[in-house]
Nanobody, 126 residues
Framework: QVQLVESGGGLVQAGGSLRLSCAAS????????MGWFRQAPGKEREFVAA????????YYADSAKGRFTISRDNAKNTVYLQMNALKPEDTAVYYC???????????????????WGQGTQVSISS
């Protein structure tokens, strides 16, 4: 049974940092693209960043470029999202997801992801 378990969320002040973790289990993820999405109250779930597990290649939403870094640890079967220079508008529930998608053009589409975690709350105070 595939499980994606997020952790690392919390409440921080604007300008601060957080590192989210996504522990993956239940299958081999080497062929997968791992993505981070977020959903703020009253808004649609939006793409943040993605990484190809096999190559480590990455792809970011414009809102994440220069502030967020996605990475993975093969030995721990864990994907990370390092978030720096956080802003109040980054407040959301952050979700980890897994997809077999191979092209970058459709990577931000949440419908392309087969497995999802339960989410972790990130709150940024001004």
């Amino acid at each position: 049974q595939v499980q994606l378990v997020e952790s690392g969320g919390g409440l921080v002040q604007a300008g601060g940092s957080l590192r989210l973790s996504c522990a993956a289990s239940g299958r081999t993820f080497m062929s997968y693209t791992m993505g981070w999405f977020r959903q703020a109250p009253g808004k649609e779930r939006e793409f943040v960043a993605a990484i190809r597990w096999s190559s480590g290649s990455t792809y970011y939403a414009d809102s994440a470029k220069g502030r967020f870094t996605i990475s993975r640890d093969n030995a721990k079967n864990t994907v990370y999202l390092q978030m720096n220079a956080l802003k109040p508008e980054d407040t959301a529930v952050y979700y980890c997801a897994a997809s077999l998608i191979t092209g970058w053009s459709r990577t931000p589409e949440r419908g392309r992801y087969d497995y999802w975690g339960q989410g972790t709350q990130v709150s940024i105070s001004s």
